[in-house]
C-alpha cells in the first residue's frame, strides 16, 4: 500500500519539461548578446559621444549648451504640445470609430475592422505622402478649388503647420488605439448593453455608464502607446515639409547631418530617450496601480 501511495505521490523538486538552470543560463546568452549589440551597445556609443565634446576630454559641456539654447526648449516645447494634442485626438477618434465597429451593425463591420490591422502596417510616410497628394500645395483639394473657382492658388495651405503636422499624426496613429479597443470591445458582455437599452438607458448614457468603464484599461494602453511613438515621430515632420516645425527629433537630424555638431545631437537624443523611457515607467506603474 505504501509503494503504490509512493508511486501516485507527487514528486517535489524541478518541474518535468523546464530546462536546468545551467542550461537555460546557455539559452539566454545568445539573444541577450544580440540585444546588447544591436541595441546597448549603439545607445552607449550615444550616451559616450554626448559626454565628449569636439575639444577633447569629458565634459558636461554639451548638455549645458543645449539644454540652455532656445532651439531646444523650442523643440522640447513642439515635441510636447504636438504629442499630447495627436493623442488626445486619437483616443477621441479612435474611441468613436471603435465604437461604430464593434456595436452599430453595418455590411462591412468586419472588413472595416481587419482594415485597421492592414492600416498598422503602412509607414508612416505613407500616410503623409497621401496627404499632401490631396492637401498639398498642388495637391487635389487645391486643383479642384482652382478649377471651379478661377483662382491662381488653392486655399488648402495647412500642411506645412504645426496642424497639418497634427492631422497627419492622428490620421496615423489612430488605429493603435482602435486595435486595444476592438479587441476589449469583443470580451464584452453584450447583455449587459442589453439590459441597460431594456431599462430605457439611451446610447450616450450607455456608452459612459457600461462600455467606456469596460474600455478605459484598453484606452491607456493604447494612448500611452500612441503618445511615445508621437514623442520619437520623425517621418511625418519631415515628409509634410513643416519648415517651422521642430521637434526633438528634427534637431537631432539639423545638429547631425546639417550642422555636423554630432555631440549636440547625441545629448538632444538622449533627452528624447529619457522621456521616452520616463513616460512608459510612469505607464506602467499607473496600469499596475488600477489594475489593468
Known amino acids: 500500500m505504501s509503494e503504490a501511495v509512493a508511486a501516485v505521490r507527487p514528486r517535489r523538486g524541478r518541474p518535468r519539461g523546464l530546462p536546468r538552470p545551467r542550461t537555460a543560463l546557455l539559452w539566454a546568452l545568445p539573444p541577450t548578446a544580440l540585444l546588447a549589440v544591436v541595441f546597448l551597445y549603439p545607445l552607449a556609443l550615444v550616451v559616450r559621444q554626448s559626454v565628449h565634446p569636439d575639444t577633447g576630454g569629458t565634459s558636461l559641456q554639451p548638455y549645458a549648451d543645449v539644454l540652455a539654447s532656445g532651439a531646444f526648449r523650442e523643440a522640447l516645447w513642439t515635441t510636447v504640445w504636438l504629442a499630447l494634442a495627436?493623442?488626445?485626438?486619437?483616443l477621441v477618434l479612435g474611441f468613436a470609430l471603435a465604437l461604430v465597429i464593434a456595436f452599430v451593425p453595418f455590411p462591412g463591420a468586419r472588413a472595416a475592422s481587419r482594415c485597421v490591422d492592414v492600416f498598422l502596417s503602412f509607414p508612416s510616410f505613407l500616410i503623409t505622402l497621401a496627404l499632401v497628394f490631396v492637401y498639398g500645395t498642388a495637391g487635389l483639394a487645391n486643383g479642384l478649388w482652382t478649377d471651379l473657382t478661377g483662382a491662381a492658388e488653392g486655399p488648402f495651405r495647412f500642411l506645412t503647420t504645426p496642424w497639418g503636422v497634427l492631422l497627419a499624426e492622428i490620421t496615423y496613429f489612430t488605429p493603435f488605439v482602435m486595435r486595444p479597443l476592438l479587441a476589449a470591445f469583443s470580451q464584452l458582455d453584450t447583455a449587459q448593453v442589453e439590459v441597460a437599452g431594456s431599462l430605457g438607458a439611451r446610447a450616450p448614457m450607455i456608452v459612459r455608464r457600461v462600455i467606456l468603464p469596460e474600455a478605459l484599461p484598453a484606452l491607456a494602453a493604447g494612448g500611452s502607446l500612441v503618445l511615445v511613438l508621437c514623442l520619437n515621430e520623425f517621418g511625418i515632420?519631415?515628409?509634410?515639409?513643416?519648415?517651422?516645425?521642430?521637434?526633438?527629433?528634427?534637431?537631432?537630424?539639423?545638429?547631425?547631418?546639417?550642422?555636423?555638431?554630432?555631440?549636440?545631437?547625441?545629448?538632444?537624443?538622449?533627452?528624447?530617450?529619457?522621456?521616452?523611457?520616463?513616460?512608459?515607467?510612469?505607464?506602467?506603474?499607473?496600469?499596475?496601480?488600477?489594475?489593468?
Open 237 to 292: 515632420v519631415l515628409f509634410t515639409g513643416a519648415k517651422d516645425v521642430t521637434t526633438l527629433p528634427m534637431l537631432v537630424y539639423g545638429k547631425a547631418i546639417l550642422e555636423s555638431d554630432y555631440p549636440g545631437a547625441c545629448v538632444v537624443a538622449v533627452v528624447n530617450v529619457l522621456i521616452s523611457v520616463g513616460l512608459y515607467g510612469l505607464y506602467r506603474v499607473v496600469s499596475r496601480r488600477a489594475g489593468a
Open 86 to 90: 495627436s493623442t488626445a485626438g486619437c
